[in-house]
């Protein structure tokens, strides 16, 4: 009788035991994960910092930080930058609803440029200005490699028809391409474009 009863118990401790490992195996890994984890981290394994947070990449600039141009008031007053005066007062210039949502600053290419157009006898002479929504950096990157901006927008220019340099749908495609190809130089020397527009400040068709 003993037997059968012992017999009948053996196979109920085998169960416990295996559902025991079972349970203590993830409990096990858990520690020596976590463990493991805290480890690394203390020893610089894992690097955590937010996105975007990369102190080598330009971050884009919000509105509030936009450089304003400073106004001249009645009797000599000054704004300041950052906010232009009203009236010589110190009192901020008003803005509207919605506008840009960053800031934008702007870098003006001091010679103009000229080049042949596409399958034609005539030339365009063009003075541009970049604008870019992030901080310094960018400009800082165009000032550095500006004889190869210079270069490629050169030869962007050279792809310009007699069409595109009359109509004003031309002229925008036109600075499309011009922006795309300071993009180009920027991210190819630097990693990161960051040119968002260019602008004609001269204009000439001969």
Wanted: charged share 25%; hydrophobic share 35%; glycine share 14%.
């Amino acid at each position: 009788m003993a037997d059968k009863t012992d017999a009948q118990t053996a196979p109920a401790k085998g169960k416990s035991k295996k559902l025991m490992i079972i349970l203590g195996l993830p409990i096990v890994l858990l520690g020596t994960g976590g463990g493991a984890a805290v480890y690394g981290m203390q020893a610089g394994w894992f690097s955590v910092k937010p996105a975007g947070t990369d102190s080598n990449e330009p971050r884009l600039l919000p509105k509030s930080e936009e450089k304003r141009a400073a106004l001249k008031g009645e009797g000599g007053g000054h704004g300041e930058e950052g906010g232009a005066s009203e009236g010589g007062h110190g009192k901020p210039t008003p803005k509207g609803e919605g506008g840009d949502k960053y800031a934008s600053s702007y870098y003006p290419m001091e010679k103009e440029f000229t080049s042949n157009l596409q399958d034609s006898v005539h030339f365009i002479q063009v003075g541009i200005a970049v604008s870019t929504p992030y901080d310094e950096r960018v400009l800082e990157n165009i000032k550095t490699h500006e004889i190869a901006i210079r270069s490629q927008v050169l030869m962007a220019l050279g792809e310009t028809s007699e069409d595109e340099v009359f109509t004003a749908e031309g002229k925008r495609h036109i600075q499309d391409r011009l922006a795309k190809a300071v993009n180009a130089v920027l991210k190819e020397k630097e990693g990161f474009g960051g040119v968002s527009n260019v602008y004609f400040t001269n204009f000439i068709v001969q």
